[in-house]
């Protein structure tokens, strides 16, 4: 590569670890169709990147988040441990077994299911609900929320992405956390099912380590940005931000479902 499109690269992924960590997201959405569009990637060495990216995304995400206290540690252990089974089995298993097409179109659904939630819970927003300050929780239906972050698993493994638009809308809609908390947590869960996949594709050598160097440097950079404005928004603005990058997934996804079954 040569260094124009180096530094082209990086400041595009330094936009992409910007939004993904306000939105509670791993960047995998954003970046693997990056790679496959712009640097004309095969699918599996763009997810394998994107899945790498996303441990950077994830962990300077993280630490930012974490200097407002707002994730919830017990809530995300016990939620992650069925999420990193579900990516063991979507990237190791599942990846070699279902068509790609019917799961890439049944996941678009799924997606496009929870933008129009979440539209909806922006709507119903109170100005104090909308505000800075974080109303008392507890947390509900942990036996349900694991299930979700199980289907985030597999969706992670066998597309290469963090499955943080999931495991954000089980936590708001399921297991019933104010979207921050959602959105703290999701930036620490996302790094971790996404190292599960990764390893596998690593293992089977389709990581690209040429382009790994500005992808992880602008997306951490981007991240940490991103983790230090979160405590600072507007949590109205940012459900229907959330809603609309949950329904152009759901496009990009139908769009590919498409052109896998064809």
């Given at each position: 590569?040569?260094?124009?499109?180096?530094?082209?690269?990086?400041?595009?992924?330094?936009?992409?670890?910007?939004?993904?960590a306000?939105?509670?997201?791993?960047?995998?959405?954003?970046?693997?169709?990056?790679?496959l569009?712009?640097?004309?990637?095969?699918?599996?060495?763009?997810?394998?990147?994107?899945?790498?990216?996303?441990?950077?995304?994830?962990?300077?995400?993280?630490?930012?988040?974490?200097?407002?206290?707002?994730?919830?540690?017990?809530?995300?252990?016990?939620?992650e441990?069925?999420?990193?089974?579900?990516?063991?089995?979507?990237?190791?298993?599942?990846?070699?077994?279902?068509?790609?097409?019917?799961?890439?179109?049944?996941?678009?659904?799924?997606?496009?299911?929870?933008?129009?939630?979440?539209?909806?819970?922006?709507?119903?927003?109170?100005?104090?609900?909308?505000?800075?300050?974080?109303?008392?929780?507890?947390?509900?239906?942990?036996?349900?929320?694991?299930?979700?972050?199980?289907?985030?698993?597999?969706?992670?493994?066998?597309?290469?992405?963090g499955?943080?638009?999931?495991?954000?809308?089980?936590?708001?809609?399921?297991?019933?956390?104010?979207?921050?908390?959602?959105?703290?947590?999701?930036?620490?869960?996302?790094?971790?099912?996404?190292?599960?996949?990764?390893?596998?594709?690593?293992?089977?050598?389709?990581?690209?380590?040429?382009?790994?160097?500005?992808?992880?440097?602008?997306?951490?950079?981007?991240?940490?940005?991103?983790?230090?404005?979160?405590p600072?928004?507007?949590n109205?603005?940012?459900?229907?931000?959330?809603?609309?990058?949950?329904l152009?997934?759901?496009?990009?996804?139908?769009?590919?479902?498409?052109?896998?079954?064809?």
């Amino acid at each position: 590569m040569d260094p124009l499109e180096s530094v082209l690269l990086f400041f595009a992924t330094l936009g992409v670890g910007l939004v993904s960590a306000l939105l509670g997201l791993g960047g995998g959405i954003f970046l693997v169709p990056l790679l496959l569009l712009w640097q004309g990637l095969p699918p599996r060495e763009a997810a394998a990147l994107g899945l790498v990216c996303t441990l950077a995304t994830s962990g300077a995400g993280s630490v930012a988040l974490d200097r407002a206290a707002l994730a919830d540690l017990p809530v995300v252990v016990t939620l992650e441990l069925s999420a990193v089974v579900g990516s063991s089995l979507g990237a190791g298993l599942l990846a070699g077994l279902l068509p790609a097409g019917l799961v890439v179109s049944l996941f678009a659904l799924v997606v496009a299911w929870a933008s129009w939630r979440m539209f909806g819970k922006a709507r119903r927003m109170t100005p104090r609900l909308a505000s800075l300050e974080i109303p008392e929780y507890t947390p509900q239906n942990m036996g349900l929320g694991m299930l979700g972050t199980l289907g985030a698993g597999l969706a992670s493994g066998l597309l290469g992405i963090g499955g943080g638009p999931i495991k954000v809308s089980v936590m708001t809609e399921v297991v019933r956390l104010p979207l921050k908390v959602a959105l703290a947590n999701s930036n620490l869960m996302v790094g971790i099912t996404a190292a599960t996949a990764a390893a596998i594709y690593y293992q089977g050598g389709w990581l690209r380590l040429g382009l790994l160097a500005p992808c992880a440097a602008g997306i951490s950079l981007g991240a940490y940005a991103g983790g230090r404005l979160a405590p600072r928004a507007n949590n109205r603005l940012l459900a229907f931000g959330f809603s609309g990058v949950l329904l152009l997934l759901a496009l990009r996804l139908a769009w590919k479902g498409i052109e896998l079954s064809a």
